[in-house]
């Protein structure tokens, strides 16, 4: 009984300081369809499936599906503070596809993701960055540009890269929507399957902060 007692006692003491380590990150998700879900219902769009497969782990997060449809990366810099509230803990970045669909300069692409991420370090705010592919028909020149902003800027800044978020899923018609674009539900799976290893290494990080 009185064994009994004690463990009650000290499960009571040890609780406040497990409840604490297991307080939710604060988590952003800024990108563009991709991330936004268009075409899908707001349960499967990418930043929903994620936090259920880090919910799944026993990894809590609160996450802020912040993606706009078409928006290029100088327009998610261009809404950058009103995108990432105070108290975020941690942006996962997705933005390029728009840029390189549209054939936009590379070094304007750079400078805005460039931008982001600097200002995202001088608040204090964890990045993780996903990288993009430019299509083919803008030509091997192009292409060589632009793929090289991702990881030249993760290495610059110091932050993790996803290489390619539609890793998996692109060109494969089967997992993704009539415009071969944007994947289906079925093809965000996927996307959230293959991105876990590298969004859980950028949480722990995340987590040795706080401590």
């Known amino acids: 009984m009185h064994i009994a007692v004690l463990m ?23 990108g563009d369809s991709l991330s936004a879900g268009l075409g899908l219902p707001a349960q499967d769009a990418f930043p929903a499936k994620l936090k259920k497969a880090l919910q799944d782990k026993g990894i809590a997060v609160e996450m802020t599906n912040a993606g706009v449809s078409g928006d290029t990366s100088s327009g998610g810099r261009d809404r950058l503070d009103w995108s990432i509230p105070d ?35 001088a608040r204090g705010i964890a990045v993780m960055l996903c990288g993009m592919l430019a299509p083919p028909n803008y030509g091997a020149d192009y292409a060589a540009r632009f793929n090289s902003i991702y990881p030249d800027l993760a290495k610059q800044y110091g932050v993790p890269l996803y290489p390619f978020f539609l890793e998996g899923v692109a060109a494969d018609a089967k997992l993704n929507q009539a415009d071969g674009i944007h994947p289906t539900a079925a093809g965000v799976d996927i996307i959230v399957n293959n991105i876990m290893p590298t969004v859980e290494a950028f949480l722990g990080t995340i987590s040795e902060q706080r401590r």
């Open 87 to 121: 108290g975020t803990r941690g942006v996962i970045v997705e933005l390029g596809a728009n840029d390189a669909l549209r054939g936009l300069d590379p070094d304007v692409t750079r400078a805005a993701l460039s931008d982001i991420l600097a200002r995202l370090k």
């Open 8 to 30: 009650l006692a000290l499960m009571t003491v040890g609780a406040p300081a497990a409840l604490a380590q297991e307080k939710p990150v604060k988590l952003v998700v800024l």
